[in-house]
T-cell receptor, first 117, second 114 residues
Framework: AQTVTQSQPEMSVQEAETVTLSCTYDTSESDYYLFWYKQPPSRQMILVIR??????QNATENRFSVNFQKAAKSFSLKISDSQLGDAAMYFCAYRTLYGGATNKLIFGTGTLLAVQP | GAGVSQTPSNKVTEKGKYVELRCDPI?????LYWYRQSLGQGPEFLIYFQGTGAADDSGLPNDRFFAVRPEGSVSTLKIQRTERGDSAVYLCASSKGRTNTEAFFGQGTRLTVV
């Protein structure tokens, strides 16, 4: 079974600075998706960035980028030029590429990010 | 609707009571998922519908939990004989199809069993 581990329960960053959130995962599959989701106090999960495991190039979305190390099973999120609105809980998630009967996401336990003005 | 809608937003019930949680997915989305998020944890998968049928219900914790999606749109998660351990946020998500599509989440229902 696949597992996702986030070892940083809480992180803090100064506004305009850069922060990196860590995520490791375990799987025997060779093809899969990895995601970072943001969950503000409103509780709605918002997709931040997605990486397909078969793509070597790291995904980037504006101020958000990932460092995907497939051999090490590591998938970290870098937030550049942090803004107050980035403060939220961040979840790393895994999904198998060939879902078969299911397409479920497997989530880590989350990292609470605080942004200091 | 424009997004995934979940009602009620909050629900307080007494131990032993029956509750229903409703999810209205994005129009045209055939896939629908229920997740449960306990305090301080990430969401855990409960059940996945493709159309009207439950394609994967492996995450339902026991037979007190049941979900339906009779017309392939709105889904209802039903919990019988609620226990205090059922207290959590129940999230619903929908997506256009089975593979390679983004899942959109609702704002969840916070269930508190007292």
């Amino acid at each position: 079974a696949q597992t996702v581990t986030q070892s940083q329960p809480e992180m803090s960053v100064q506004e305009a600075e850069t922060v990196t959130l860590s995520c490791t995962y375990d799987t025997s599959e060779s093809d899969y998706y990895l995601f970072w989701y943001k969950q503000p106090p409103s509780r709605q999960m918002i997709l931040v960035i997605r990486q397909e495991a078969y793509k070597q190039q790291n995904a980037t979305e504006n101020r958000f980028s990932v460092n995907f190390q497939k051999a090490a099973k590591s998938f970290s999120l870098k937030i550049s030029d942090s803004q107050l609105g980035d403060a939220a809980m961040y979840f790393c998630a895994y999904r198998t590429l060939y879902g078969g009967a299911t397409n479920k996401l497997i989530f880590g336990t989350g990292t609470l990010l605080a942004v200091q003005p | 609707g424009a997004g995934v809608s979940q009602t009620p937003s909050n629900k307080v019930t007494e131990k032993g009571k029956y509750v229903e949680l409703r999810c209205d997915p994005i129009s045209g989305h055939t896939a629908l998922y229920w997740y449960r998020q306990s305090l301080g944890q990430g969401p855990e998968f409960l059940i996945y519908f493709q159309g009207t049928g439950a394609a994967d219900d492996s995450g339902l914790p026991n037979d007190r939990f049941f979900a339906v999606r009779p017309e392939g749109s709105v889904s209802t998660l039903k919990i019988q004989r609620t226990e205090r351990g059922d207290s959590a946020v129940y999230l619903c998500a929908s997506s256009k199809g089975r593979t390679n599509t983004e899942a959109f989440f609702g704002q969840g229902t916070r269930l508190t069993v007292v």
